[in-house]
């Protein structure tokens, strides 16, 4: 009779370990697949829009804010010794000031750490930054940017003239 009970209770751990089997083997795979996909997108999303870690040296950087004539004026005769090609740039944000508006742009290479606020009078290649102001291109590269840089007895102003692409 026990025979018969332990031979019956494995037939029954069995069938149902077989019937059960089957479909957890594919729910597993199917989370791990999941899982997998998941994972890959956030560390593609995140690093993405990652920009090169700098560090200012400079002290007028430190002290200044980016939309002071000080700020300006070192930023402008950094720019002119490195060479405006030479310089990265980084979508930082969106703001609207006494009427006009302007993009900051995070601007580095090896010897430059700084942020420029620069005018936008003509949105081309650049709608969607507008239309968004900005929202959700934050970190984003922009390739190609160059922008007029206007001396005069107020000071500097940055004012943006092209853009290759916005690399999001």
Known sequence: ?????ASES????????????RPMSIS???MRNYSATLVSILIIGLSS???????????VFERSSYDSQEYKQELADRIDKLGMDNLNYWFDGYVQ????????VNIQNDA??????IQVKDWSRMEDIKRTKGASFKGAELKGLSFDMFRNSEGVE??????????D
Not at 158 to 167: A, E, H, K
């Open 1 to 5: 009779m026990q025979k018969a009970a």
């Open 10 to 21: 494995r037939y029954l751990i069995h069938v149902f370990t077989y019937s059960m089997a």
């Open 28 to 30: 597993v795979i199917t």
């Open 49 to 59: 829009c990652d920009r090169p870690v700098c560090k200012n040296q400079d002290p």
């Open 97 to 104: 000031l006494n009427g006009n508006e302007y993009i900051l």
């Open 112 to 117: 430059l750490c700084a942020t420029g606020m």
């Open 158 to 167: 940055f004012v943006y003239r092209s853009l290759d692409q916005i690399v």
